[in-house]
């Protein structure tokens, strides 16, 4: 599934949303009863599998597989046609002695709905517009898994002796959900699906 | 700090802010657009405010606490005002609460009926119905159109897309290998190049010899059916291959198709966030009665401060005054009757104010008046005594007090008849104020004897009316009554030597005349008995002379020539004469070498000490004289208000013999008064009065210690009061 290039920069709003969203939920956390809302299932959750880089024609590309593990709450809101955003991150890091160093950032991300009349799932890249459809939910959550020659980072940036590492993370977008169901998602678990930031080796 | 807490536009605008975030909140709730992306944002902005208002309110409450438990002015009233305030806000607003509530969920659940959903479920169900048969017929005209297209060899086959599509009304027909490469593609948009392509999972449906049709939602071209068929294997060659076919949807299928699509979806998605959408309100509704409440607190806490501030105020401003703080002044707050009251304490308070400054200023002048009437009795030289309405000393000056020889405060508060308790030679004084008081029209003459002395003293008193006493009037006229009897004395002697040294002189001379015409001329017994009588005649004449002179030098007042004198030399001078006398006189000397010089007139201290060096020598024996001088200089005289008088030199001469007998010392001083045979009774006399000349005390006494012998001790001023530093020369004093 490929990326453009100039993605770095998110759609409006989603960013700030997720900056919001932590802010919101210690908030939250701190005036009312966690956890009423509902409790997320152990299985549930994002979770970046693999992560690896090849290069082409002066790019550094990378290729993810990530789990996209929706809780059931999350995919009882999708049947019932709540649309759901998901968003993968990915940083590369320069290792220094002292601090690591941030040296490139990128983004992508994925709304999805499902198509009551058709009773298919619709994906649409929210970064490049392209849809697609998918007749099972399993499929859906397989294929949007699979990343693949997502431009990373342009080779020359990349030094020799230098010692990097590729960062991704993916997350679920509750800032985009529909404003009466976020109160609920930043205080549920079942909400809170998404990944850690996870490290893989990046050999320049 | 201060003013942001109780100041009223900081809390307003915060009230308002909240106010306005609320609203937005509420309609991003309802599914407005606008706030819909900042949902997130009013929520954190109001719960911060709110707790930002709740912080306040719970400051406020510590604050009032605070105060309550200090009992400050208006604290409890404060308290009260606010609890009712509280409450009267409370209640309406939790009932109006409770019913919102219950119409927000009621008016939820009225958007949900069992009839339109289920009406939405058959319509949607309609569509894929009338879909199916529809993508059904897609799918046999595809079918055929690939068996034709499977006719075709490669060179043609682009051009038999075309036309098939032409025919079929496709809007895209495409050609796949097996792997799912594009083979060929006819589009009736020229300018799109790249066919759009199905999904892995529909090509592997394919591959496995299963046709595809379904309703996609292609890019912006909205509702497509797309149908994938294979192709017949054996006429390709062996190579599978997939037509692909995307049909558009009628205009007006497609704009019935998305809204029952869009319909249903908000229908559903509606539905499912019904819960969600009542926490959600009600979450809202909540922030609005927190706001409401803790709106309604703050304002209790600020019209309740309003209200008790004047009155704090007040309650402060007469316990000031209480405290006697009459400056104080209340700022009117409003032209209620609290406004009315404040003006009336302040004008109460002002007519405090003058009262108290008339009153001090009358104190003051009563004040100035009594310092006045104090300092001129204060240097009076007349003793003033006034009793109160019993008869009780109420004020004695500092002259009455001298005169007495007492402290002024011994006999404050006391009856005149008991002055003799403090002083039993106040006896004679009593009896004199009881005279008086009993309406003794002239004033009476008391002889006081004080301290070895003895005083003259008339007394006069009048009653007060306001405030209703007595008031005694003395003068010491001791002084007087003495110059009196100085001037009478010495007249005597003036016009006695006069009178006897007239016919003196022929007496000696008659005397001397005798003997020198008859005594030659005599012989035998006549001869010494003249000899012996004109001798004892001009013996008795020098005699009478001498006592004649000594009549005339007490008579005589001459002018006095102060000068400092230094007393220990004088002394030394004085009996140097008497060492070189072949009398045996044995002199001794004890000089006080801290003795300061004096102003005096050396001639007349030199005879003071003549007269009583022949007194001492004549009285004793033994011929022993002691002559000291003493000076206490940490004895200081005067008040404060004066000029410290320096303390008297001391000069004291005694002799070893009997002392003076005891009827003689009160009149020792007396003129004509003498223990010896052959005095004149001048010498103590003339001594006094050179004392007295010079500002000083004579007194005499016996030795109270040590052997017998009578003593003449003398204080002489260092300075006479009444001289002026510069003046050398003192007329004598006129006696009338």
Known sequence: MPCSANRSEPPH???AGRMLGPLLLALLLLSGPVGAAGVSSAKSGFKVLDATTHSHQGQRLADLRIAFRFSPQAREALENGVAISVFVDLEVVSLGYLWDTTIATRHTGRRIQIHALSKQYQVKNLYTGRSSTYRSFSDMTANIGIIKNLPLIEEAHLQADGHYRLRVRASLDIESLPSPLRPLAYISAAWQLSSDWTSWPLQP | MNRLTTGIVPILALVVLLLISLTMMGNATD????????????????????????????WNLVRLLQQVRAKRAGARLTSKLVIVFALLAFTPVVVVYQFSLKFL????????????????????????????????????????FAEELNNLDNLNIGTGLDNIRRLSGARELTLFDAAGKVVASSNEDPTTLVPNRPND?????????????????????????????????????????ALQALYPFTDKMSVLANSVESAYGRYRELAYLRKPLKISFTLTLSLVLLLTLLSALWAAFYSARRVVAPLRDLAEGTRAVAGGDLETHLAPSSDDE????????????????????QASASRNQVESQRRFLEAVLARLSTGVITLDADQQVYTCNAAAAQILDIQAGQILGRHPDSLSAIEPNLEQFSLGVREVMHGRERPAEILLETSGDSKIITLTGTTLASPPGYLLVFDDITALVRAQREVARSEVARRLAHEIKNPLTPIQLSAERLRHKYLERMHGDDRDTLDRLTRTIVQQVEAMKGMVNAFSDYARTPVMQVASVSLNNLV??????????????????????????????????????????????????????????HYHADTHRGDDHERPLLPPVELWVRDRGPGFPPDFIPRAFDPYVTTKTRGSGLGLAIVKKIVEEHGGAVQAMNASEGPAGAIVKINLPVEHPSWNSGRTTVEPEEYS
């Not at chain 2, 657009?33 to 309110?57: E, K, M, P, T």
């Not at chain 2, 959903?117 to 569509?127: H, R, S, T, V």
């Not at chain 2, 939602?217 to 994938?228: A, N």
């Not at chain 2, 609290?338 to 400054?357: P, V, Y």
């Open chain 1, 13 to 15: 709003g989603a960013s």
């Open chain 2, 31 to 58: 599914g407005t657009a606008r706030f819909d992306q900042i949902y997130s944002l009013l929520l954190v902005i109001n719960a911060v405010g709110l707790l930002l208002l709740c912080a306040l309110i719970i």
């Open chain 2, 105 to 144: 969920y009621q008016g939820i659940d009225s958007w949900f009926d069992v009839r339109i959903e289920q009406a939405l479920n058959d319509a949607i169900e309609l569509g894929r119905t009338a879909l199916e048969v529809n993508m059904r017929e897609h799918l046999k005209r595809t079918k055929v």
């Open chain 2, 201 to 241: 999972t529909i090509l592997l449906q394919v591959r496995k010899n299963r046709n595809y049709i379904g309703l996609d939602p292609i890019g912006d071209q909205g509702l497509s059916i797309r149908v994938v068929v294979n192709l017949p294997v054996a006429a390709s060659g062996g190579q599978p291959r």
């Open chain 2, 338 to 357: 609290i406004g009315f009251l404040l003006e009336s304490f302040n004008d109460m308070t002002q007519n405090l104010k003058r009262a108290r400054d």
């Open chain 2, 572 to 629: 030394r001078d004085v009996v140097e004469l008497y060492r070189n006398d072949d009398q045996h006189l044995d002199l001794e000397l004890e000089l006080d070498p801290a003795l300061p010089d004096i102003q005096a007139d050396e001639n007349r201290l030199r005879q003071i000490l003549h007269n009583l060096i022949k007194n001492a020598f004549e009285a004793s024996d033994n011929h022993q004289v002691l002559i000291s001088t």
